[in-house]
């Protein structure tokens, strides 16, 4: 039995991580559990570990731990203080960076590089958080003569959170540490599919000294441990990035519930390109698209509307990105990694057959990576002839899969990048700084690049409109969504 033996996993971070993963509840693991699961590399498909199910009882202790853990203390401690807690935490993030990285890499097949990126952001988020703490609060409001009056922002108690496969513990610690430092704790249900990181970081959290119970984690499906998290009664506010499906299923229990939600979903992400622009740089940025987590990511600009005029040189020196990226296993820090399933590498290539169906032409790769017998490998795929009304342009690919679009106008251009269900993110290229804050202002997102299209940082703030969800992550906002307006009115005559 794998449990009985030193897995693959554990050859890399020791052992502090056990054989058989399990909830990290009160600050440690706890056993109890259910089905057992595999965790599978994606580039090589072997088992790397296991982790036991957390079924309902389990997740119910473990928000009955956090609500303890808020109640005991964390939601009174002095500002100050939990700061300081939260710098520990980023400290501690940092010193296991490379484990933390290589078991990232390892578990969702991104590269190595791209996974120590990830562990760098997950704790540049504890950082910033920690010193925002005791400088976030309210307001006084005017008031007649006699009258005082103000607001604070109080915690809401426990929040869940269920984050993704994609980007397991930048996702999980985006939403973690502004949650933390408004005074809340938090409870998280990371994808059955990468659960490694985020159990392990659970774990370094409160030997950096994080309260035990401040951040429980607790793996499993989503309709059963999700489902039970996002439905307790003691769940004050719910945070999930994912489908629009499953987020729409999150949505109506909140709403059902009457508790806070914020909704991180998909999208389809255009990037203008005009006749002046630097046409390096937005080849570039469109080629990130693909290397960035091997395209899966919903913030990827995955459709690029060209001016017809500029539209061949774009394609050119597309192409020249793409046929230079190399293809491998995570770890071996390839430009691009595997994708995260079987199931997600089929889904992909039968996009990548209805583009041809559909009148779309393959420039650069468009099927499975030669001479690779296992792994959930894809060639970076490059498409011309792209209209918008085609199933690559209106589907969420999420894969290698860049799309070229060509316009005649800016009008026109505006036009296609906003007729999308989505609006997560955007991009303007041009040399023209009055187009650039023109075109801006008229694309429906959430977030806006200029001249450039990669993440920007923890500063500021990220969310979508229309499909691509609600509320809003990262920056100073984010505590606004995790904290509650008191107001208190007072009479001092």
């Known amino acids: 039995m794998i449990a009985t033996t030193e897995t693959i996993a554990q050859s890399i971070a020791g052992p502090i991580l056990p054989a058989r993963l ?17 965790v599978l590399d994606p580039a090589s498909e072997a088992v790397v570990s296991q982790f ?18 808020w109640r005991a203390g964390w939601r009174d401690l002095e500002p100050a203080r939990r700061g300081r807690i939260l710098y520990g935490v980023a400290a501690a993030l940092r010193e296991h960076a490379d484990v933390l990285a290589r078991l990232e890499s390892l578990d969702c097949g991104k590269p190595l590089s791209q996974a120590r990126t990830d ?11 920690a010193g925002a703490v005791d400088k976030f609060g309210g307001e006084t409001i005017p008031q007649p003569a006699g ?37 809340n704790t938090v409870v998280v249900k990371p994808s059955e599919l990468t659960p490694i990181t985020s159990l392990l970081a659970a774990k370094i959290m409160v030997e950096a000294g994080l309260p035990a119970g401040v951040c429980n984690v607790v793996p499993g499906t989503g309709p059963l441990t999700g489902e039970a998290l996002v439905r307790h009664e003691l769940v004050q506010h719910v945070t999930f990035t994912g489908s629009v499906r499953t987020g729409r299923h999150v949505g109506r229990i909140a709403a059902d519930r009457l508790v806070g939600c914020n909704l991180e979903l998909g999208g389809k992400s255009p990037s203008i390109i005009l006749a002046d622009a630097d046409l390096d740089r937005a080849a570039r940025a469109g080629a990130l698209a693909v290397i960035r987590n091997s395209g899966q990511s919903c913030f990827a600009t995955t459709r690029l509307v060209v001016d017809r005029r500029v539209e061949e040189q774009l394609l050119d020196k597309m192409a020249e990105h793409f046929a230079g990226l190399t293809v491998g ?26 583009a041809r169906t559909e009148g779309a032409r393959v420039v650069v790769g468009g099927g499975p990576s030669e001479g690779r017998s296992r792994g959930h490998f894809v060639e970076p795929t490059l498409l011309a002839g792209v209209t918008n009304d085609m199933t690559v342009a209106r589907e969420e690919i999420f894969g290698p899969v860049q799309s070229v679009i060509a316009f005649d106008d800016v009008d026109e251009a505006i036009a296609i990048a906003n007729d999308t269900l989505y609006g997560l993110s955007a991009g303007v290229f041009t040399s023209d700084v009055g187009a650039a804050h023109r075109v801006a202002a008229r694309l429906d997102a959430g977030q806006v690049q200029v001249n450039r299209y990669t993440g920007a940082g923890v500063e500021v703030p990220f969310g979508g409109y229309k499909n691509s969800g609600l509320g809003r992550e990262k920056g100073l906002e984010a505590l606004h969504h995790y904290t509650q307006v008191k107001s208190v009115i007072v009479a001092v005559d």
Request: glycine letters at 10%; aromatic letters at 10%.
């Open 329 to 354: 296993p995570g770890l071996e820090d390839p430009d691009v990694g595997p994708l995260i399933s079987e199931d997600q590498r089929r889904k992909v290539l039968g996009y990548l057959d209805t």
């Open 52 to 69: 036991v199910e957390a079924p309902v009882e389990l997740v119910n202790e473990a928000v009955a731990d956090a609500h303890d853990a």
């Open 119 to 129: 562990v760098e952001v997950s704790a540049r988020y504890f950082e910033y958080y």
């Open 22 to 38: 399990s909830a990290v509840v009160g600050g440690d693991w706890n056993r109890a559990g259910g089905a057992v699961h595999d």
């Open 147 to 183: 009258t005082f009056a103000y607001t604070v922002r109080a915690p809401y108690g426990v929040i869940g959170h269920v984050t993704p496969w994609n980007a397991p513990i930048s996702q999980m610690m985006r939403g973690v540490a502004p949650s933390l430092a408004a005074g």
